[in-house]
């Protein structure tokens, strides 16, 4: 049975496969990407390196005090690597020639709200966010004009499949033993805030989608049956078997 040693003992695993596939990516090279496609990855991987920059303490902090150990462990190696992805998007910055920012309008919001909120609420928050932003990983990964972005794309999305089912695996636990009424209450809030989100992505980085091909309006679309099918595999019966992570991708050379 799937418990949160498991997901300790994955996110170590992840730390070492990371260690071993970043020395392939070849940041000497140059850019392929220019113009006005270069300018959108630059303004969407600057929100990106924010938003995934900060350390967790609030977090951690609830973590602790909900007393599981193990959970608490897995989710700080999590946070690790949501640092590691606001390194790597930094280092892409690096190799467009770009600075990174010292804040944002919507990093500062998203902060504010999780803060007031108590452990299953800003877990379901961070689930609402990576599911939505999912699609836009798989984007860069697949269809980014650069090899070197493909890269990057390839290594967060990889990551965040997985930070996805880990969010389902806590959410579950959380709500077991809540009545499906109140379950499907909190499914509609989930549902407002996750269009919400859909909104701001298309909009902070509606340039970047369209420089891999794939239109905000159609993304939109795709960020909420995402956001859905993550909502669905909470609360539609918490009870069920926790995911659990999947096996580590094979390591992939950039292009």
């Given at each position: 049975?799937t418990?949160?040693?498991?997901w300790?003992v994955h996110?170590?695993?992840?730390?070492?496969?990371?260690?071993?596939t970043?020395?392939?990516?070849?940041w000497?090279?140059?850019a392929?990407?220019?113009?006005?496609?270069?300018?959108?990855?630059?303004?969407?991987?600057?929100r990106?390196?924010?938003?995934?920059?900060?350390?967790g303490?609030h977090?951690?902090d609830l973590?602790a005090?909900?007393g599981?150990?193990?959970?608490?462990?897995a989710?700080?190696?999590?946070?690790?690597?949501e640092?590691?992805?606001?390194?790597?998007?930094g280092?892409?910055?690096?190799?467009?020639?770009?600075?990174t920012?010292?804040?944002?309008w919507?990093d500062?919001?998203f902060?504010?709200?999780?803060?007031?909120?108590?452990?299953?609420?800003?877990?379901?928050?961070?689930?609402?966010?990576?599911?939505?932003?999912?699609?836009?990983?798989?984007a860069?990964a697949?269809?980014?004009?650069?090899p070197v972005?493909?890269?990057?794309?390839?290594r967060?999305?990889?990551?965040e499949?997985?930070?996805i089912?880990?969010?389902?695996?806590?959410?579950?636990?959380?709500?077991?033993?809540?009545p499906?009424?109140?379950?499907?209450?909190?499914?509609?809030?989930?549902?407002?805030?996750a269009?919400?989100?859909?909104?701001v992505?298309v909009?902070?980085?509606?340039?970047?989608?369209?420089?891999?091909?794939?239109?905000?309006i159609?993304?939109?679309?795709?960020a909420?049956?995402?956001?859905?099918?993550?909502?669905?595999?909470?609360?539609?019966?918490?009870?069920?078997?926790l995911?659990?992570p999947?096996?580590?991708a094979?390591a992939?050379a950039?292009g």
């Amino acid at each position: 049975m799937t418990s949160f040693d498991d997901w300790v003992v994955h996110f170590e695993a992840n730390d070492e496969h990371h260690r071993a596939t970043e020395p392939m990516i070849d940041w000497s090279s140059p850019a392929e990407v220019q113009g006005r496609a270069r300018g959108a990855f630059v303004r969407s991987f600057q929100r990106f390196e924010l938003g995934e920059s900060g350390e967790g303490a609030h977090l951690l902090d609830l973590a602790a005090a909900a007393g599981d150990p193990a959970y608490t462990e897995a989710l700080t190696l999590l946070v690790r690597e949501e640092q590691k992805h606001s390194a790597l998007f930094g280092r892409a910055l690096g190799y467009l020639g770009a600075p990174t920012l010292d804040s944002h309008w919507s990093d500062a919001a998203f902060t504010r709200l999780r803060r007031l909120l108590g452990l299953r609420t800003e877990i379901g928050l961070f689930l609402i966010a990576e599911s939505v932003a999912m699609g836009y990983f798989v984007a860069l990964a697949e269809r980014a004009p650069d090899p070197v972005l493909r890269a990057v794309g390839r290594r967060i999305a990889d990551d965040e499949r997985d930070h996805i089912r880990f969010q389902v695996d806590r959410l579950r636990v959380g709500f077991r033993g809540t009545p499906m009424p109140l379950r499907a209450l909190v499914g509609v809030a989930w549902g407002v805030v996750a269009a919400g989100a859909a909104t701001v992505l298309v909009v902070d980085h509606g340039q970047a989608l369209r420089a891999c091909g794939v239109s905000p309006i159609e993304y939109w679309g795709r960020a909420m049956r995402s956001f859905r099918a993550a909502a669905r595999s909470v609360l539609k019966n918490p009870e069920a078997t926790l995911l659990g992570p999947t096996p580590l991708a094979p390591a992939r050379a950039a292009g």
